[in-house]
């Protein structure tokens, strides 16, 4: 498009000469124009937004999508809680039922948690978080995580002493070590604080002592290993030490002979050793001792006082 050009009159030269407008006038009027255009498009913009209450169509699909996302956490957050109420009854039945029956302290709640059980975490991510369903269910797979995986380290280790309860029933100290059922066999000194049969002075009985013939039979009282064949001239004598595994130790003492070796591995009821009267002992008897997690424990609690014959003899076994 050609350059419009103006002409003025000029009375001095009488001619027409060509009238420049200067820069800075041209530039204004460029930059008013400009201005009014700008200021027309926002007030379009704001009148259709703020005071007809319309959305831009980018607007309109950021916010269906937002709804989507909001309904598809909602149900998520929903399922998480099913999912930690189903969670909470089985830390019910594995606090009061499973670990119980074999003899498992319960996992304290605040462990159970794992940590979980402040607000502070959730209220902090909620800070960035307006509608805070993000942050919940954030928070919400985190903790179930957790407590799912203490749940299943809890079952792991009540499957393993599952598997071992069969072992474990045969290993723990269950019989008398002598045939009590015998009427040669007397009950001559039980578990605890007693006068010392030597000095009267009143002093720890860490076992119980059974009196009978030497020569008598004496049984290992649960499945397990000869842990120490000894000798002990102001103490136990010859005694015999079996080591049952699960915490348990048993302490045959004031021996006639021992019939087992270091390391041999013996049966409940399999004869081990011959009653006599050797060591701190006033007349042929033996001195049994139950140690569990190292303590001396009352043998009377580790078998029945009350045992037939035939039972006792069902008991022992033939030495293999
Ligand atoms: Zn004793």
């Known amino acids: 498009m050609p350059k419009k050009r103006r002409y003025k009159f000029n009375p001095e030269t009488l001619a027409y000469e060509l009238h420049k407008i200067p820069i800075k006038a041209r530039f204004s009027k ?98 960035f978080d307006r509608s805070g369903i993000l942050s919940r269910t ?14 299943s380290k809890s079952f792991d280790d009540v499957v393993l002493l599952a598997k071992n309860a069969d072992e474990m029933s045969l290993c723990v100290p269950a019989i008398p070590p002598v045939n009590i059922s015998a009427s040669r066999i007397r009950y001559s000194s039980s578990f605890g604080y007693r006068p010392d049969p030597f000095n009267g002075q009143v002093r720890m009985h860490s076992g119980v002592d059974l009196s009978g013939p030497v020569g008598e039979p004496i049984f290992a009282t649960g499945n397990g290993r000869v842990v120490e064949v000894g000798f002990d001239f102001f103490g136990y004598g010859n005694f015999v030490i079996v080591d049952h595994g699960f915490g348990y130790k048993t302490r045959y003492a004031h021996l006639k002979t021992s019939m087992v070796a270091m390391g041999r591995v013996v049966k409940r009821g399999e004869q081990i050793a011959i009653m006599g009267n050797t060591g701190r002992s006033k007349g042929p008897h033996v001195h049994y001792e139950v140690i569990y997690r190292n303590r001396p424990v009352n043998p009377l609690n580790y078998y029945n006082r009350d045992i037939e014959p035939e039972d006792f003899k069902a008991l022992i076994s033939p030495r293999g």
């Not at 598809?72 to 809680?81: T, Y």
């Not at 670990?99 to 940590?115: K, L, S, T």
């Not at 954030?138 to 749940?151: G, H, T």
């Open 30 to 127: 460029g930059f008013i124009i400009f201005l009014l255009s700008l200021v027309t498009s926002l007030g379009y913009y704001f009148g259709y937004t703020k005071y007809l209450n319309l959305d831009t169509p980018k607007m309109l699909a950021l916010l269906r999508t937002s709804d989507e996302l909001s309904s598809k956490l909602e149900l998520m957050n929903k399922r998480f809680n099913q999912a930690n109420s189903s969670l909470l009854s089985l830390q019910m039945r594995d606090n009061y039922i499973y670990r119980p029956i074999f003899g498992m302290e319960e996992i304290p709640q605040d462990i159970r948690d794992a940590g979980f059980g402040g607000i502070d975490r959730y209220s902090y991510l909620k800070s």
């Open 138 to 151: 954030a928070i919400n797979m985190d903790v179930l995580y957790k407590k799912a995986f203490i749940q």
